[in-house]
């Protein structure tokens, strides 16, 4: 089992930053793949940014140039600095880890956070 807790979510301005954090417990050896996911209010669920075991990324084009995906293996945690923000960026992000590899689907991820509350406004 695996247990993943975000934190980091909060209020920013347009243009602001904010980090966030995953930090991953449990059977940790076994996961093979992280990501971030955001979900807008009455929107599908998207994915934001991955990274494997070795510290390869992608990103979503919404994102890219802006959001930073990276994993501290001594920490067990991988954080997405996320800055120059924008209100379109409001949502609930989530932390996802899967034990296979790369899931193509969300659904095939094997273990979720509970995910953190991200509002940019002015």
């Known amino acids: 089992q695996v247990q993943l807790v975000e934190s980091g979510g909060g209020l920013a301005q347009p243009g602001g930053s904010l980090r966030l954090s995953c930090a991953a417990s449990?059977?940790?050896?076994?996961?093979?793949?992280m990501a971030w996911y955001r979900q807008a209010p009455g929107k599908e669920r998207d994915v934001v940014a991955g990274?494997?075991?070795?510290?390869?990324?992608n990103y979503a084009d919404s994102v890219k140039g802006r959001f930073t995906i990276s994993r501290d293996n001594a920490e067990n945690t991988v954080y997405l600095q996320m800055n120059s923000l924008k209100p379109e960026d409001t949502a609930v992000y989530y932390c996802?880890?899967?034990?296979?590899?790369?899931?193509?689907?969300?659904?095939?991820?094997?273990?979720w956070g509970q995910g953190t509350q991200v509002t940019v406004s002015s």
């Open positions: 990274i494997v075991t070795s510290g390869s990324t």
């Open positions: 449990g059977s940790i050896f076994s996961i093979q793949y």
């Open positions: 996802a880890a899967a034990l296979t590899g790369k899931p193509r689907l969300d659904y095939e991820y094997d273990y």
